[in-house]
């Protein structure tokens, strides 16, 4: 019984350079959330996915940063352009929705040099 | 826009006490979820426990119980018998039932279970 699956679990980017994260829901999950944790705060959403479709983004800055949850594969962040205020640990969290409890991934921890 | 308030940056508590963590919330909506997530040195966030706000009775899992105040919007969560494992961050969350289903996240308690 698998739970949510992030990857890579460490990423060391250059500045300038585009970071991607990927992210697989639990089984039977069809709802993502993408959320940005700085070094001693609590996480912040970013965005929220359905198959194909992005929820909300309100969270997402306006640039540089994109995602999407194909109809197949895995959920991606895409982070271009990357600058040290990226560096970050992202965690993927999934969930049936309705709402429902969401489930973390294990996090991927970016570092920008 | 709502917001999670956790005033204790750090606590402390001996093996098999009982220690209280607090949580307050700010919300104009009635209907909600509340969650404390845990978050050890590993980093893996993980689900303590889950109040549903339409529910009157607190919730309970083994351990850790809640004391949920809907009026007072207080949310803490108490830790019974401490065990060395529950050293850990822990973060207290709120989840609007209608609209988008995001969760807004305190900053976190860091708490440490002494020997």
């Known amino acids: 019984n698998a739970g949510v699956m992030q990857n890579p679990r460490h990423l060391v980017r250059r500045r300038g350079q585009e970071a991607r994260l990927r992210c697989s829901p639990m089984?039977?999950?069809?709802?993502v959330y993408w959320y940005r944790q700085l070094p001693e705060e609590g996480l912040k959403f970013m965005v929220y996915?359905?198959?194909?479709?992005?929820?909300?983004e309100s969270g997402m800055p306006k640039e540089r940063f994109s995602a999407e949850f194909p109809k197949e594969g895995p959920s991606i962040l895409r982070i271009q352009q990357v600058v040290r205020g990226d560096s970050a640990a992202y965690f993927c969290?999934?969930?049936?929705?309705?709402?429902?409890?969401?489930?973390f991934g294990p996090g991927t921890r970016l570092t920008v040099l | 826009a709502q917001t999670v308030t956790q005033s204790q940056p750090e606590m402390s508590v001996q093996e098999a006490e009982t220690v209280t963590l607090s949580c307050t919330y700010d919300?104009?909506?009635?209907?909600?979820?509340l969650f404390w997530y845990k978050q050890p040195p590993s980093r893996q966030m993980i689900l303590v426990i889950r109040?549903?706000?339409?529910?009157?009775q607190n919730a309970t899992e083994n351990r850790f119980s809640v004391n949920f105040q809907k009026a007072a919007k207080s949310f803490s969560l108490k830790i019974s018998d401490s065990q060395l494992g529950d050293t850990a961050m822990y973060f207290c969350?709120?989840?609007?039932?209608?609209?988008?289903?995001?969760?807004?996240f305190g900053k976190g308690t860091k708490l440490t279970v002494n020997p």
């Open positions: 969290a999934s969930s049936r929705g309705q709402p429902d409890t969401q489930y």
């Open positions: 089984k039977g999950h069809s709802h």
């Open positions: 996915l359905q198959k194909e479709n992005i929820i909300d």
């Open positions: 919300t104009s909506e009635n209907n909600y979820y």
């Open positions: 109040q549903e706000a339409y529910k009157q």
């Open positions: 969350a709120f989840m609007n039932q209608g609209g988008s289903e995001k969760l807004v």
